[in-house]
Structure formats: structure tokens, C-alpha cells
């Protein structure tokens, strides 16, 4: 007596049955993907994408399905055996989307969108399909904006480079020029090469530009990555001589240079010559090799009918259910927990904040309302204290957020503190002793910050729900961790700013100013900061 057909043995090739386009079966998979990633690739499209530094990331996916019909003939040719492996990926995506999601770094949801992606593809298709359209999908990358504290800080420092750069072309001028951080000084007049200045909006398309080309351009991998390295140094390069240029103009004609129209012209001239650039060194490698640019670059694609055929063509195999139903399960987990209610203690509004501390008297200062746009906090205060026989008075800052998920948490003020000529001197975390309630002491960053002669002492920490942290990175994580365990992502900031006088002991001075101010402060925080324990709780849907 024969043994009766196993599911192996009635269907050895491991297809679904009724031969379900495997095309169509990824493509479902992307479609519960943008679902389940929805709320981060909202904010990048709605917000990330409005910026001038990655208003080409619209045209990113466009141009990855081009890439991929360039390559479908090889595409095609290719066996599509999912590869179980691929669910590691797919896993790893939609944990990136909760530490994301939870920690108020949105670029980890939106590399896990990436990374489940992949994770997708190799379920469905299997590896060596992946293989001959990777250039697509990592072309992906390309579309995400980089988080807000690391473009800042990217950016102080291309300012810095291209304001030196920039005063070595106009000094080349025979132009006497000085340079005090970021800002330019040519007598007459005074250019602060601002953010918008320092070339993060021609980087990142000219690094997508260039990546394009590498794909496209037909020669040895040693050329492909000179083409795509080169990105970099040229948009520093060419930035740099475009402020040197306005440098010039504007000590020749008057400040009218550097502004309007003319300003965003010299902008888009600039990143068309990059482009030019780069053309150039293809067309020297290719004419090195014998070949025309043209003939280099693979432009090409197949007939639509031919791109038609292939999406209804190999069926898919079980990897591919596999894959859906961990998708979905993914899917259902995250819904689940973004359902959960953040809990908001109880407290008093900054606005209550007491304008007389010990022997300290203050006033309530207003903040500029671009300010409060960019921080988006749920309550602020700016105060500036004195006391009798002090020459110098203290500035209070303090924030506070009820929820940090999604992309709303406090700022860092080692990011927003460089910027309009100030340069950080100092940087260090301390302790300041016998400040609070049991005598412990305060983990505060010390920041010494100067412009000209000019020089000021900031303290600052940041309050996280009962934790007193100077590391903005492990700020992140007890966001995730308070969010995931005890319903809480609340936190804020406090800064104090005093300056720096003259003499020997001017920066001993500041210190003990700052140090007794604290003092004072720490007893009525927690009014305002709440701590770990909480009186009372208010469920707030965000």
C-alpha cells in the first residue's frame, strides 16, 4: 500500500497554490509595510521632505523603479526562491519602528521601513533576486532625512569649514578679511554665514545625484566609487568658493550681493556645476577606457510589454506566506502599542515659576515665537535673575514636553548653542555638589561658549521623569524605556547661562555664581519637572 502524499511531496517546488504572482504577493506585503509605518512616513513626507535639503526625496522611489526596470531583464533570468532569512529582517524593521516611534528618533522607523523592505524582497524572492536589484533598493536610503540633532550639528561644522574656505578664496582677492566662527568680517560689512549657507542643501542631493551615477555608469568598481566619493568634497568645495564669490560682490557693489534673488541664483549655479563636475570625471574614465560617456551609462529599459509580463510572472513560494503572516503580526503588535495611553503627571505650569529665589530677584523675558515653532514644547519659560552686589545675572531656560514620542522631545543645547558666532570652548560634564534634597550632587554639562572677546558659562541637565542626565543619547533610551514599561515619556530641560568676566578669576566666578544659583533652583523643580513618583496622573491622547 502506497503512503499517502505529504504537502512536501504533492507540491515539491514549495509554490503557493494557485500560482500567486509573487510581484503581486510583495506588493501586498509593501502595502501592509506603508500601513504599519505610516505615522513616520507621514512626518517624513508631510515634514522631513519640505526642506530644501531633501525636497528630492519625492522623486526617490521614481527613480529606484527605474532602476529596477534598467535590471529587470536580469531580474527576471533569476530563480525567485524566498529565502527564509529574510525574516530576520522583517523583525528587525518593525523593532526599529518601535525604538523609533518610542524614542523620538524617527529615522530609526524610517530605516526599519528600509530594512523590512529588504526583508520583504529576500522572503518573497530570495537573495540572488535581491542581488540584481540591490542599487534600487538602497537607493532608499537617500529619501530619509537625518535626524534634527545630527543635521545640526553636521551643519555648525560645514558652516565653520565653509566660512574658512570661503575667507582663503576672498583673501585670494587681495581683500582683507577676518573671521570670527561663522561669521565673516570685511570692514564695511559683516556676512554670518547662516544654516541655509553651509551646503547640506546641495549635499544630500548631490550625494543621491552621485550614487545615480555610480549605479548607472558602466566601468570598474574603482570608478564608480571615485564618482560617488567625490560628492562630498565638491558641494564643500564649491560651496565654499560661492561664499568667497558673494564675499567679494559684496565688499565690490554693496550687501545687496548676498541677498534675494541673485543669492538663490548663485545657490542653484553652484549645484548645476557640481553636476557638471561630475559628468566631467565620467567622461575623462570612460574616454581613458575607450569608450564615449554615452555608451557608458546604462540608460536603457525594456518594452513595456516586457515589464507587464514580468509582473505576473514566477508564482510565489511559502517563504512568501510566511513573510505576510509576520507582517501582519508585526503589524497588529505595533497598532497595539501605539493604542497605549501616555500617563502625564500633574504639575504646575512654568508660567507659575517663582521670580524670587533666595536672594535672587528675576523677570520674565519673552521668547521669539520661530523659536517655540521649532522646539514645538508644551511649556517654556526664559527668566533673567540677579542678587544685590552681582554685576552679572543669570538666564534661566527651561522646557518641558508631557509626550516625546514620534518627533517632539527636548532639544540639546550643545546642538543649538553653536550658531551665530558662538563657539563652544569647553565641554564637560561635572558634578555639582550638595544640591539636592539628601545632599547628593547634580550632574550638570559645563559649557564655556565665545565669540570675540565675549565668553559665557552654561550649565545644563536634563530632567527625565525623576533622572538627571547630561547624555542626550541615553536620553533616548529611558524615552523608549519609560514609554515602553511605564507609560511615561515626559521630560524637559534646564539651562543657565552667566558671563564670563574679566581677570584671572572671572571663570572661578561664574562657576560659584552658577553653583549657588543652583542651589536655590533644585528645591522647587520638582513642582514644575515631575519626578518619578507622581501625585496624580492624566491619560492624553496625542
Not at 64 to 69: D, P, R, V, Y
Not at 160 to 183: D, F, K, W
Not at 376 to 399: G, H, K, S
Request: proline share 6%; net charge negative; with cysteine.
Amino acid at each position: 500500500m502506497s503512503e499517502p502524499a505529504t504537502a512536501d511531496t504533492a507540491n515539491p517546488s514549495g509554490r503557493l497554490p494557485g500560482r500567486l504572482p509573487a510581484l503581486l504577493l510583495l506588493a501586498l506585503l509593501v502595502a501592509v509595510l506603508i500601513f504599519a509605518f505610516r505615522d513616520s512616513l507621514t512626518w517624513m513626507v508631510q515634514r522631513g521632505w519640505q526642506k530644501e535639503e531633501y525636497n528630492h526625496g519625492y522623486l526617490i522611489p521614481f527613480v529606484a523603479a527605474f532602476l529596477i526596470a534598467v535590471r529587470s531583464r536580469e531580474f527576471s533570468a533569476v530563480p525567485w526562491n524566498g529565502s527564509p532569512s529574510g525574516l530576520v529582517l522583517i523583525g528587525i524593521g518593525y523593532v526599529m519602528l518601535l525604538l523609533g516611534q518610542m524614542s523620538s528618533v524617527l529615522t530609526v522607523s524610517h530605516f526599519g521601513f528600509i530594512v523590512a523592505l529588504w526583508g520583504c524582497f529576500a522572503t518573497v524572492l530570495g537573495w540572488p533576486a535581491v542581488k540584481t536589484i540591490w542599487p534600487a533598493l538602497a537607493y532608499l536610503v537617500f529619501m530619509v532625512p537625518m535626524p534634527n540633532f545630527l543635521e545640526v550639528k553636521l551643519t555648525a561644522g560645514l558652516q565653520l569649514i565653509s566660512t574658512e574656505i570661503g575667507v582663503m578664496v576672498i583673501r585670494l582677492a587681495s581683500i582683507p578679511v577676518y573671521a570670527e566662527g561663522n561669521v565673516i568680517d570685511l570692514g564695511a560689512y559683516q556676512l554670518a554665514v547662516d544654516e541655509a549657507c553651509s551646503g547640506l542643501r546641495y549635499l544630500f542631493p548631490l550625494m543621491s545625484f552621485g550614487f545615480l551615477c555610480a549605479v548607472l555608469f558602466e566601468a570598474p568598481a574603482w570608478q564608480r566609487v571615485i564618482v560617488f566619493a567625490s560628492s562630498v568634497p565638491l558641494t564643500v568645495l564649491m560651496n565654499s568658493v560661492r561664499i568667497g564669490v558673494i564675499g567679494i560682490l559684496v565688499n565690490a557693489y554693496g550687501v545687496e550681493q548676498a541677498e534675494g534673488f541673485l543669492h538663490d541664483f548663485e545657490g542653484w549655479v553652484i549645484f548645476m556645476v557640481c553636476v557638471s563636475i561630475m559628468f566631467l570625471m565620467m567622461y575623462v574614465m570612460a574616454r581613458f577606457s575607450g569608450r564615449s560617456l554615452l555608451k557608458s551609462l546604462r540608460l536603457d529599459t525594456p518594452p513595456t510589454g516586457e515589464i507587464v509580463r514580468l509582473l505576473g510572472g514566477q508564482p510565489a513560494r511559502r517563504s512568501g506566506a510566511v513573510a505576510a503572516a509576520v507582517v501582519l503580526t508585526g503589524t497588529l503588535l505595533i497598532g497595539a502599542v501605539d493604542a497605549r495611553e501616555d500617563i502625564v503627571p500633574a504639575r504646575t505650569s512654568l508660567n507659575a515659576f517663582p521670580l524670587v529665589l533666595g536672594p535672587w530677584r528675576g523677570g520674565e523675558q519673552a521668547t521669539e515665537q520661530r523659536v517655540l515653532d521649532v522646539l514645538e514644547a508644551d511649556d517654556t519659560i526664559l527668566a533673567i535673575y540677579q542678587r544685590d552686589a552681582d554685576p552679572f545675572p543669570v538666564a534661566l531656560w527651561m522646557t518641558y514636553y508631557s509626550s516625546q514620542r514620534g518627533d517632539r522631545a527636548v532639544h540639546s543645547p550643545s546642538v543649538c548653542l553653536p550658531g551665530g558666532g558662538w563657539n563652544l570652548r569647553v565641554f564637560e560634564p561635572v558634578q555639582v555638589p550638595d544640591v539636592r534634597a539628601d545632599g547628593g550632587d547634580l550632574p550638570v554639562n559645563r559649557v564655556i561658549i565665545q565669540m570675540g572677546d565675549a565668553r559665557q558659562l552654561v550649565y545644563y541637565w536634563f530632567w527625565q521623569r525623576g533622572r538627571m542626565l547630561t547624555n542626550e543619547y541615553l536620553v533616548k533610551w529611558y524615552i523608549f524605556w519609560d514609554g515602553l514599561t511605564r507609560n511615561r515619556t515626559d521630560g524637559g530641560l534646564v539651562r543657565l547661562t552667566t558671563p564670563i568676566g574679566e581677570g584671572a578669576d572671572a571663570e572661578a566666578e561664574a562657576d560659584r555664581r552658577l553653583q549657588e544659583f543652583v542651589r536655590v533652583l533644585d528645591p522647587k523643580l520638582a513642582y514644575y519637572l515631575p519626578g518619578e513618583n507622581v501625585v496624580a496622573r492624566v491619560a492624553q491622547n496625542d
